[in-house]
């Protein structure tokens, strides 16, 4: 069987690799995923008025700045894994990659802490319109978040075998995920003070 | 990507890091500590900082200041959309009636 073609070498159309292109397309399309729940919510918070209720009167905003920071600091670590292996040193890219899934772990961590308290006290999507948008929002989130989990640690793991017969190829499957992992960042940046601080 | 030196984008994603965590305390106390600004002003300035550490991310960390035109395009194309939703509802939002009410 042929091999997938341009998966180092760009082409000529595009003046891209096939994986850089198609992971651009991947995140314009999350661009508008996200953009109807951001629309849904300006929505549902300009026909309210008044009696949207502030994010800080419910949600635990200290837990979420946290969050953040840890975030912040996974996407770090997460273009120091690949300037890592831009640098030719494997092990400096397990420990950054390493590191960034441990803190996409204590994130989710930290948002089932969060969804536990709220359950706790009786609070639902079911329970009001803020409620209903703040679980879908941070849900699906969530949700990719637990997809770049398991994207990363498949890198970290047996996908990194790939850096021994391939380093170039490999060296771009990771600046793709990095790509994704920072986009999820990004929504977060949005989501956290759009949220919690508003 | 055009080629780059890694040193010294190390020390510029380092420097952007420090931004984002400032960025993102600024905007924590100013919703925290009640700075008596007033909805007014700091929702805007919220979301503002906001999309300041937004183009951080996306333009540096996401190397978007040296990506190809075709992506640019891309991305451009589904802003429009995005931002086109948000204003249509909005435009929604501001020509109801004065007086009428939302049924539930």
């Known amino acids: 069987m042929d091999n997938i073609p341009y998966t180092v070498n760009v082409r000529e159309d595009t003046g891209l690799y096939n994986a850089k292109l198609g992971i651009w397309l991947f995140l314009a399309s999350e661009v508008m995923l996200f953009g109807a729940l951001f629309s849904s919510y300006v929505l549902l918070r300009t026909g309210a008025g008044a009696s949207w209720p502030a994010g800080s009167s419910i949600l635990h905003v200290h837990l979420g700045a946290f969050n953040s920071i840890v975030l912040l600091i996974s996407s770090m670590t997460m273009i120091l894994a690949w300037a890592a292996l831009k640098e030719k040193n494997f092990p400096r890219f397990k420990l950054n990659l390493g590191i960034t899934i441990l803190l996409a772990l204590l994130f989710l961590g930290v948002k089932g802490h969060e969804y536990a308290t709220k359950f706790e006290h009786h609070l639902f999507p079911s329970t009001s319109t803020f409620m209903a948008i703040y679980f879908l929002m941070t849900g699906v989130h969530a949700l990719h978040i637990i997809g770049g989990v398991v994207v990363n640690s498949y890198f970290w793991g047996p996908g990194s075998k790939m850096w021994k017969t391939d380093p170039e190829h490999f060296t771009n499957r990771i600046e793709i995920a990095g790509l994704y992992w920072h986009f999820v960042d990004l929504v977060w940046i949005f989501l956290f003070p759009v949220l919690y601080l508003l | ?104």
């Open chain 2, 1 to 104: 990507m055009a080629e780059i030196n890694i040193k010294s984008e190390i020390q510029k994603y380092f420097k952007i890091f420090i931004i984002l965590i400032v960025l993102m305390g600024v905007a924590v106390g100013v919703s925290s500590f009640k700075l008596n600004l007033g909805w007014a002003v700091s929702i805007p300035l919220i979301l503002g900082i906001a999309c300041v550490m937004g183009y951080l991310v996306s333009w540096q960390l996401m190397h978007l200041s040296s990506e190809k035109r075709t992506i640019l395009v891309i991305l451009a194309l589904a802003t429009t959309f995005f931002i086109s939703m948000i204003l249509l509802f909005l435009a929604a939002h501001f020509s109801i009636p004065e007086g009428a009410k939302y049924v539930s």
